[in-house]
């Protein structure tokens, strides 16, 4: 089992660059696939990232292709979502997750992870 924390969160104008970063506690967190997704009030849970154990990215969401990137490292136990040009609907809570390897995986599919940190908040300003 492993415990998620996003940290990173925070009010920024339009145009700007907030980082993101998801700590885990489960000392074997090489052993997990990781993706980010949000949700924005009123609206469902969406997939914006995803990245395997070993760091291969397996994509982005379409409205955030170009401008986000996520990576991990796994000395440290973080994933982490670096996100630029940032616009007023990317306002929403941004959530880490994590899947075991070797579980069905459907890296932009919100079912097929165990397990859900509690959310940062972003907040972005026209």
């Known amino acids: 089992q492993v415990h998620l924390v996003e940290s990173g969160g925070g009010l920024v104008q339009a145009g700007g660059s907030l980082r993101l970063s998801c700590a885990a506690s489960e000392g074997s967190f090489s052993s997990y696939n990781t993706g980010w997704f949000r949700q924005a009030p009123g609206k469902e849970r969406e997939f914006v990232a995803a990245?395997?154990?070993?760091?291969?990215?397996?994509g982005y969401a379409d409205s955030v292709k170009g401008r986000y990137m996520v990576s991990r490292d796994n000395a440290k136990k973080m994933v982490y979502l670096q996100m630029n040009s940032l616009k007023p609907e990317d306002t929403a809570v941004y959530y880490c997750?994590?899947?075991?390897?070797?579980?069905?995986?459907?890296?932009?599919?919100?079912?097929?992870?165990?397990?859900w940190g509690q959310g940062t908040q972003v907040t972005v300003s026209s």
């Open positions: 997750a994590a899947v075991p390897v070797g579980n069905s995986w459907r890296s932009r599919n919100s079912d097929d992870y165990n397990y």
């Open positions: 990245i395997t154990w070993h760091g291969v990215t397996m």
